[in-house]
């Protein structure tokens, strides 16, 4: 029901930046919070931001004042600026979206609740050096 595509993920020294982004489309339903994961080979899928319609948006504390999430409308486009990298953000990076049963639903309804995503990218690398 959703296509979601990211890119701009890279291999970069601690303090750097990287700005993902995820192209969305085929879409067939209204959705109200979209978000970013990660998840490395070794730990369970991490949510990391999210964004509501509006601009709201929330983050792990663990990337709080150094990840930043955006949303361009007219171009159907998810960032997330991630600045200040440090080595323990190397993971896989997922953008997602609700399904459609959960499409009306603000984050802070549906962005702890795993049961709630159901739309994918294949994800985009990023790995931080020392």
């Known amino acids: 029901q959703v296509h979601l595509m990211e890119s701009g993920g890279g291999s970069v020294q601690a303090g750097g930046s990287l700005r993902l982004s995820c192209a969305l489309s085929?879409?067939?339903?209204?959705?109200?919070?979209m978000g970013w994961f990660r998840q490395t080979p070794t730990k369970e899928r991490e949510g990391v931001a999210f964004i509501d319609d509006g601009g709201m948006t929330h983050y792990a504390d663990s990337v709080a004042g150094r990840f930043t999430i955006s949303i361009d409308n007219a171009k159907n486009t998810l960032y997330l600026q991630m600045d200040s990298l440090k080595p323990e953000d190397t993971a896989m990076y997922y953008c997602?979206?609700?399904?459609?049963?959960?499409?009306?639903?603000?984050?802070?309804?549906?962005?702890?609740?795993?049961?709630?995503?159901?739309?994918w990218g294949q994800g985009t690398q990023v790995t931080v050096s020392s």
């Open positions: 997602a979206s609700p399904v459609k049963e959960a499409g009306l639903q603000p984050c802070a309804v549906i962005k702890s609740n795993s049961r709630r995503w159901g739309n």
């Open positions: 085929e879409y067939t339903y209204s959705i109200l919070c």
